[in-house]
């Protein structure tokens, strides 16, 4: 195979992913430690996907796990303490759970609106208005 015919493979193996499935396609969070701290590799991967911003999704990842953290300037999140890829894989599935999926149709076709000091789950593909956990 040459360089071209693995460039049209790739392509069409692209084209493949975006089908109209219900499931969310989160790629596994990539995990590292370094020193006291664990680095997401993939977080804006993780954000794009979602369609969520950093900031939010870093904010939640704090309250899951108790502790702090940081974007930098590659994007990665940067989290006080030791945490492995499960821990941060449970805590976006919180995440999806309570911030990205429709709980009436259970697609991830949703919008994050702010009413007050409230957030609301806005879904674009059933028009319904879902609470979201609150900060506490
Ligand atoms: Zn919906």
Known sequence: ??????????????????????RLTVPDPDVRQEGSVTVVEN????????????????QFFQREVGTSGHIDESGRAR???AFDAD?????????????????????PDTRLENEGDVTI????????????????
């Open 1 to 22: 195979m040459d360089y071209d015919d693995m460039l049209d493979r790739a392509a069409s193996e692209t084209a493949g992913v975006s089908d109209t499935d219900e």
């Open 121 to 136: 789950l806005r879904c674009e593909a059933c028009g319904a208005r879902s609470a979201t956990p609150s900060d506490g």
């Open 43 to 58: 977080f804006r991967t993780l954000c794009d996907r979602l369609d969520r911003e950093p900031d939010h999704l870093l």
């Open 79 to 81: 989290i006080t303490g």
């Open 87 to 107: 821990r941060i894989g449970d805590a976006t599935e919180a995440y999806i759970d309570g911030f990205v999926r429709c709980p009436e149709c259970g697609l």
